[in-house]
């Protein structure tokens, strides 16, 4: 008697250690994104169109499946939260049927940041990666943090001042000691991005020298702890490409975990700082520009792998959204008018992470050519600059005040030697000119070009600023994956915009969104071919919504305002 093959759904809804490896295992999430954003999408084109009954039922369709999907890939202590879900959603799906118009419609919004939310925890199952068969760990400690990144941003926060940005991986080899099977293993000499072995790697630093003993054995614990709770995993983080935050970021996380020692419990509260932070974007997003917007934020946000969850977990990761959040906050004041304290957001941004400074291109060339022009600085120009600047200036002061000028000198050096490398995961127009075709890209350089200086002729003050930021972003820099979560801002332009219906813009933004899962499942284990399709899926959207924005002011003879919606 034959062995009776599993149906489609029991393949679908496996638990996690059914999968023989991560690779499947996030082949099958990837799907499961898809098919709860495409009705999520689906969702908010019926609120767009004045169908809040069946916006309501297709967004609590979704969330059902995503508590199902939820039940199946979370942890035992897990389920309960996912089957309260499931039962919620159906019995509001059924109240949904009953009630009136407005009332269907702030469930159908409340259910899309739900299935966000679901989905971008991996559905409950957070970092809980198969391998071989098996979980990456038996029990809840591995699930909710991200330990490769708390490795990198955990350590080199708290030890900044003896580690630098290149000891990390070479004192960790020498605190753990490893066996003589490990020297062999590869590991990244950060001072020069070269692969070496691990025995090479512990003989080329002075470690012993640049710690206190006192510090040295309170190092020594905080690594026995990250080598212990994340043992498969530990040797490969020494491959990784180290710790790379600014040293105002590197401040403000060691001032956080200054007093600690690293352990499940105090790792598990960091990991809350990126919630409350992704809390606050939505907020910020649905305060200024209307629960439409911030509900897409967050569904976005949740069903995209454009910024893969493995990479920088949410919950999970510290300290990562620092910058994102500070970007939202200044795009809300841009559009409540309040152009200094936008800038003093931005200019904060810029200090955590650098790349929020393409933000500033588009004032500082818009308000360089009014003073070419018109011999006068525009006033809302001059102090969204004039907000950065000073903000800028005085957060400067402060982490020099706080831990030196060398680390600013140490972080420049470090950034040059990653700006010359090129990893598999850049998404930008440097990365895409990596391919051939070189004439197009040109051509498409010249094209954003254009689009941007009609932007600041036709769009209004917001769109302008979000459109032509993440065109500077995109058009100037090749930055990693993950950091084009900010383009979440596209949400509220999707929702909002001036001149006509904005159902396309929401199709477009969507299909765009879910475009990047497809071709994940399409090459899962291809990295190279799936990031240049997010490359150019960026692209499109990028100019997708410039020209919508364009006509519509041209069509009008003035920008128009976006509304809150």
């Not at 979980?135 to 490795?151: S, T, V, W």
């Not at 127009?429 to 932007?455: D, E, R």
Request: proline share 4%; glycine share 10%; charged share 15%.
């Amino acid at each position: 008697m034959g062995i009776e093959e599993p149906s489609f759904l029991d393949a679908l809804f496996a638990p996690a250690h059914a999968f023989a490896s991560p690779l499947e295992f996030r082949a099958a999430l990837t799907a499961h994104r898809l098919v709860v954003g495409v009705v999520g999408f689906c969702a908010l084109v019926a609120l767009q169109i004045g169908r809040g009954r069946f916006a309501a039922a297709l967004s609590l369709c979704a969330t059902l499946y995503a508590a199902l999907a939820s039940a199946a890939y979370a942890g035992p202590s897990r389920v309960g939260a996912a089957v309260a879900i499931a039962t919620a959603a159906g019995l509001a799906t059924c109240l949904a049927a009953m009630t009136r118009d407005g009332m269907a419609r702030r469930i159908a919004l409340a259910g899309l940041v739900v299935v966000g939310c679901l989905a971008g925890t991996n559905f409950l199952n957070f970092h809980d990666w198969p391998l071989g068969g098996r979980a990456a760990r038996d029990g809840e400690a591995f699930g909710p943090i991200h330990y490769n990144d708390q490795f990198h941003y955990y350590l080199a926060a708290k030890y900044f001042k003896e580690l630098s940005y290149d000891g990390i991986y070479a004192c960790t080899v020498q605190a753990a000691g490893d066996q003589p099977s490990n020297l062999a293993r590869p590991a990244r000499d950060l001072r020069t991005n070269s692969i070496v072995t691990v025995g090479e790697l512990a003989r080329s630093w002075p470690c012993r020298e640049r710690f206190s003993p006192e510090r040295w054995r309170a190092f020594t614990k905080d690594a026995a702890f990250f080598r212990g709770a994340d043992e498969h995993a530990r040797l490969r983080y020494l491959t990784d490409f180290g710790y790379n935050a600014t040293p105002l970021q590197t401040a403000m996380n060691a001032l956080i975990v200054a007093r600690t020692e690293a352990g499940t419990a105090t790792l598990g509260m960091l990991a809350l700082i990126d919630v409350a932070l992704f809390a606050l974007c939505i907020v910020l997003i649905a305060r200024t520009f209307g629960p439409r917007a911030g509900a897409l934020a967050a569904l976005a946000w949740g069903v995209s792998v454009l910024w893969v969850y493995d990479h920088v977990g949410l919950p999970g990761s510290f300290g990562r959204l620092w910058w994102v959040a500070a970007v939202v906050a200044a795009t809300c004041l841009v559009h409540r008018e309040r152009p200094l304290w936008a800038g003093a957001a931005l200019g904060s941004a810029v200090l955590l992470r650098v790349l929020p400074g393409a933000f500033l291109v588009g004032p500082f060339a818009m308000a360089c050519w009014g003073l070419v022009r018109a011999r006068r600085w525009d006033p809302f120009l001059f102090k969204l600059l004039g907000g950065a600047a000073l903000a800028g200036a005085l957060l400067f002061l402060a982490t020099v005040a706080t831990v030196g000028f060398e680390p600013h000198v140490a972080f420049l050096a470090n950034a040059a030697k990653h700006a010359s490398g090129r990893l598999s995961n850049f998404i930008g127009l440097p990365a895409l000119t990596a391919y051939s075709y070189g004439p197009v890209w040109a051509a498409l350089g010249v094209g954003l070009i254009v689009l941007a200086a009609l932007l600041g002729r036709y769009a209004d003050a917001t769109s302008r600023f979000v459109l032509m930021g993440l065109i500077a972003l995109f058009g100037l820099t090749s930055t990693t994956n993950y950091d084009y979560v900010v383009l979440v801002l596209l949400a509220p332009l999707a929702v909002t915009r001036p001149g006509g219906s904005a159902v396309a813009d929401i199709a477009v933004f969507g299909a765009g969104i879910l475009a990047g899962n497809t071709a994940f499942m399409a090459a899962p284990g291809d990295e190279r071919l799936v990031y240049f399709v997010d490359g150019c899926i960026v692209l499109l959207l990028l100019v997708w919504f410039s020209a919508r924005f364009v006509m519509a002011g041209m069509s009008s003879g003035r920008p128009g305002r976006i509304e809150r919606r």
